[in-house]
């Protein structure tokens, strides 16, 4: 990932508050055919390595899984982002040159992948998985609340994928390198928009 040094983000824990909050990632890996992409809802154990263990899984007629890898693979994950109008700049005003942009979290993890197809190990983690994304519910749906032998035909549908982190790329385009007055305009024109993604970003700007 290009990554100016303005938008650069090294944080250890902001790095890994961008991936507990991603609900989707995309999982690449490169083979022999050419690159291979797939959206999945991914989580990461803090516990495992020295950067995290991301889990997951894909269905099994999914060709990702039976391909060799070339290298390791990447998951990307998408914090807020937002569209950046021109109009919203004090510089407009002032000289014109002005023009477009988008503001953005981006991380980008990357390490050897595993795929796997043991029941106990899948079971695991869409258990994991499943928690997860239920417990802010009032009343949560656990894998638990369908029949076992049901849960069992699902499992054989699905390959799990176990993917240690041995690298982590931060990038926070966060309009740093605009003036102070440009950056508020940003914040305000975010602030008031009626996209509520647009007025999630618009605290991420510093001012």
Not at 50 to 61: L, N, R
Not at 122 to 127: F, G, I, P, S
Request: net charge negative; charged share 20%; no cysteine.
């Amino acid at each position: 990932m290009y990554i100016p040094p303005a938008f650069r983000d090294d944080d250890q824990e902001s790095l890994m508050a961008t991936l507990r909050a991603a609900r989707l990632a995309i999982l690449v890996t490169a083979t022999a055919d050419g690159p291979l992409a797939t959206p999945l809802p991914l989580f990461l154990d803090e516990n495992e390595g020295q950067h995290g263990v991301i889990y997951g899984h894909v269905a099994k007629a999914n060709p990702q899984w039976r391909m060799p890898p070339v290298g390791d693979g990447l998951a990307m994950f998408m914090g807020p982002d937002a569209y950046v109008t021109p109009a919203w700049y004090q510089t407009k005003q002032e000289t014109g040159k002005v023009v477009p942009t988008w503001n953005y979290v981006a991380v980008h993890a990357h390490g050897p992948i595993e795929f796997f197809e043991d029941a106990d190990r899948l079971l695991e983690v869409v258990t994991r998985l499943t928690n997860l994304h239920e417990g802010e519910r009032a009343a949560p749906w656990t894998v638990s609340d369908a029949p076992a032998d049901f849960i069992q035909s699902q499992l054989k549908g699905i390959v799990g994928l176990r993917m240690p982190i041995t690298k982590l790329e931060g990038k926070r385009k966060m309009s740093q390198n605009r003036n102070a007055a440009d950056r508020a305009g940003v914040v305000s024109g975010l602030s008031s928009s009626e996209r509520p993604s647009d007025r999630e970003v618009a605290p991420l700007i510093p001012v």
